[in-house]
Structure formats: C-alpha cells, structure tokens
C-alpha cells in the first residue's frame, strides 16, 4: 500500500515513469511525463493511487447533481460549440421558472442532494428572474443549488448568493491565454477574466468549480500540464475536464486547417488522456468533488463513467432536464443519455454505482471546509481576458 501525503502545500507521492513510487514535488514537466505515458503498468499505477486518494478523502459515496440545463441561448461564439450565438439553424428554447423548479422539485424526489441550473451565456433573463427560482427551489427543498450561467457581473453573483445559490461552476478552459482567445472569441463589453470571476466568486462565498478542455487544437502536454497545476493553485471545490469534442456545425468542427503542432506535441481529445487528467487532478486536488461526465459516457457508453469513477471521480450528474428540450442542449453531438427520461437515467446510474462496489452519497455533498482558500488573485496563475 502506498503511504499518501496529500496535505495541501506538499506534493502526493508520485510513482515515476517506471512505476516506482517517489515522494517528489510534481513541476510541469514531471505532469507532462504523466500525460504522455503510455506504459499499461504506470497507468495502472495511476488508477490505483488516485482511487486510494479518492477513498481517503472523499470515501465512497458518489454523489448526485441533477442537472437542469434550462437555456440554450449564448452571447459568446466559441469556435467549437454547438450552442455558439451565431448558429441561426439551432431551436432555441428557455424554460420557463415553474418549469425550472418542478424539474429541481423532480430532482429532490430522486434523491438528488444538489441541482445544477446550467445555461448558455444568456442575457435574456434578468437576475432577479434567476434569483427568484433560486429562493423557490431553497424555499421548498434542502437542495444545495450550483449556478453554471457563464460570465455574469460581481453584481449579479452577490445577488444569487443572496438567494441561496451555494455553488458556482466557470471552467477557464485552458491556462494558455493565447490557446484561449484563438477559440473564445472576445467581446468589447468583458471587463474581467475568467479568473477575476473566480476569485469575485470565492470572496461572495460560493463553492467554486473550474476546469478545463483536454485536446483542443493546439493545447501541448506543457499546456495541460499548467492547467492541472492552476487547479491546485486556485484550490478548487470542483473540478470538471472533458474531452474537447467540436460540434460540427462550427469552425472548428469543419476544420479544415493543418494542425497547429506537430502530432507527437497535440494532447489527444481522447477517452484515456481525460482519465489521465482526471486522476492526476485527484492527486493534485484530494478533496476535490470530481464529476465522471457525460462527455465520458459519450466516447464510451458501456463503461466511461465507471471507468471515471474507479480512477479518480466521486460526483455523477444525471440529466433532469424535460428530454424535449435535452436535445437542443447539443454543445456536441450524440450526448450519451440524450433521450432517457430523469427517472431511466438515475436507475441506471444508481445499478453502475452498485456494480463498481460504490454507493450512492446521501446529502448535498458539499466540499470538504477549508481552513483558507488560496484566492486565485493571490495565485501566480496567468489569467484568460475573452
Ligand atoms: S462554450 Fe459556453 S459560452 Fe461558449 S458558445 Fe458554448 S455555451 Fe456559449
């Protein structure tokens, strides 16, 4: 049995390429080490030790956030996405606020400890609009209630929070500003950064999430190194990373451009290097809450999310929202999960957490209370202006 150090300031011991286990400060290179391997007997290694951090610190319950993916409007026009603003042919549709709550009262009545209201960046509710639902869904259940809605003023955070809003999700998507601004278009009225809104975030007093894409077009294994630190830097509550995967219909999905680095530089889109990432950041982060995502379940419907689950992840997030409007929430195409009802999609769940010997958490699932967090301002961390 390996002994782990994770105490916060100090590295986890790192078993090396060869698979011996070091007790070593992990640098952007001995991570970038770890994303190129290919040596079935060190990645093997790498499950383990995640598993056994994820055990030790967040046990093994695995919690549930019903996900309510309520708009699919966008402002922004990510090269990549399917929700982009400037795609006319996708049917655009926002629930309406009794719509929102009974799908997070529906949540409740599963069992789920937390709902997660996600949006595109869409400025066409008010935020008294969103407050409003906030204070209903606190007002009837004991739900924890996450907000992923995009870049928002300090204003509109203060706001939420005041309505009981306890979490907020805002990837940076990539540590490498000039990789980001390549393929998230800036807009003249962005006045912070992604990681100026992490920090307003944490000090208005939510849980924070962030994470990043792994295999954008350009994105080297240095690159992605640097990402995996910044998630320790910003010592978040949440981390969420997902295989870069364009829509179609989109730039980058008709890409037709030579690649922007030689092959043997790229970091694969792919199911194993998101394993990668997602155990590496179980060690870099051990009381993270980590979601096994449905990006995951896409590039392998019989076992992405178990396979996310034994290899680092502790957090599920089943679809709640009405399936009419689930298949124009198409940031990708052929979502794993796209037509099952709520009710399939957590008897489903609930038999893959049972058959990896796991079980399923009770409560919120909140993070683990932190003596003090690292403001991301404080950090020495190069920050993303869209
Ligand atoms: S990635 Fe997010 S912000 Fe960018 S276009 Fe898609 S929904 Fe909008």
């Known amino acids: 049995m390996f002994k782990i150090d994770t105490s916060c300031k100090t590295m986890p011991h790192t078993p090396s390429a060869e698979g011996d286990v070091m007790h070593s400060e992990w640098t952007k290179e001995t991570i970038s080490s770890w994303l190129r391997t290919d040596s079935a007997e060190t990645l093997r290694k790498l499950w ?55 799908a997070a009262l529906a949540a409740y009545d599963y069992g789920y400890g937390t709902v997660v209201l996600q949006s595109g960046q869409d400025h066409g509710f008010s935020t008294e609009w969103l407050a409003d639902i906030i204070r209903r869904i606190k007002n009837k ?90 998630f320790r830097k910003l010592d978040l509550d949440m981390i969420g990373v997902g295989p870069f995967i364009a829509h179609p219909d989109t730039p980058l999905g008709a890409q037709t451009a030579p690649p922007a680095l030689e092959e043997q530089d790229q970091v694969p889109s792919s199911e194993l290097m ?10 870099l982060c051990p009381d993270a809450n980590i979601p096994s995502t449905t990006a995951l379940a896409t590039l392998n419907k019989p076992d992405g999310r178990e396979f996310g689950l034994e290899r680092g992840a ?34 489903c769940m609930k038999n893959r957490i049972k058959s ?26 190069r920050g993303n202006t869209e």
């Open 356 to 381: 990896i010997g796991r079980e399923v958490g009770q409560g919120r699932g909140d993070a683990k209370r932190k003596e003090s967090h690292v403001a991301p301002a404080d950090a020495d961390i």
């Open 48 to 102: 383990s030790h995640a598993d056994a951090v994820r055990k030790e610190h967040v046990g093994e319950a695995v919690h549930f956030r019903g996900l309510i993916e309520f708009s699919n409007y966008c402002v922004r026009d990510c090269l990549y996405c399917g929700l982009r603003g400037s795609r006319e042919e996708l049917q655009r549709y926002r629930m309406s606020a009794d719509e929102i709550v009974e």
């Open 314 to 347: 502790n957090v599920v997030m089943p679809n709640v929202t009405p399936p009419a409007y689930r298949q124009n929430y198409e940031i990708y195409p052929a979502k794993a999960c796209i037509t099952e009802d709520a009710a399939a999609c957590r008897e």
């Open 274 to 283: 998101t394993y990668k990432v997602i155990a590496l950041a179980r060690l």
């Open 141 to 230: 259940t004991p739900l924890a209630v996450t907000l992923s809605v995009g870049e928002r003023s300090p204003q509109e955070f203060r706001e939420w929070r005041e309505a009981g809003a306890d979490r907020y999700l805002l990837r940076f998507e990539t540590s490498d500003n000039t990789l980001y601004h390549r393929v998230h278009p800036h807009r003249a009225t962005d006045q912070h950064t992604r990681l100026d809104l992490l920090r307003i975030l944490r000090n208005s007093g939510y849980e924070i999430g962030s994470g990043c894409m792994i295999g954008m077009p350009g994105q080297s294994y240095e690159s992605l190194a640097e990402d995996l630190l910044l």
